[in-house]
């Protein structure tokens, strides 16, 4: 089973950036694909941004494209995430998930209930 630990949230202003880090336990993370959700208080986890295992597909939600970069370090078993010019309402806790998809180089998806494994959460705060 594998054990995903998410790091690299705080506070920063709006117009700002931060990068997010979810380092797996699993030696096989090459086998996952991972995604970024987040979860701001009273309001349902949503998701964020996804990549395929070695990274040939990354779909991203309409709030965030253009401005988030999700990326993956398979030799490092790290998936990142980008954020740039953050807004008041990026505002919000962000948990890495991971599916094992040996059987495909290029399954992502945007549902909660596809993925397995959940990391505990970082929390990103952006002042206006």
């Known amino acids: 089973q594998v054990q995903l630990v998410e790091s690299g949230g705080g506070l920063v202003q709006a117009g700002g950036s931060l990068r997010l880090s979810c380092v797996a336990s699993e030696r096989t993370f090459s086998t996952y694909a991972m995604a970024w959700f987040r979860q701001a208080p009273g309001k349902e986890r949503e998701f964020v941004a996804a990549?395929?295992?070695?990274?040939?597909?990354?779909p991203y939600a309409d709030s965030v494209k253009g401005r988030f970069t999700i990326s993956r370090d398979n030799a490092k078993n790290t998936l990142y995430l980008h954020m740039n010019i953050l807004k008041p309402e990026d505002t919000a806790v962000y948990y890495c998930?991971?599916?094992?998809?040996?059987?495909?180089?290029?399954?992502?998806?945007?549902?909660?209930?596809?993925?397995?494994?959940w990391g505990q959460g970082t929390q990103v705060t952006v002042s206006s």
């Open positions: 990549i395929s295992r070695i990274g040939g597909s990354t």
């Open positions: 998930a991971a599916k094992p998809v040996w059987y495909s180089s290029s399954w992502t998806s945007s549902e909660p209930k596809e993925y397995n494994y």
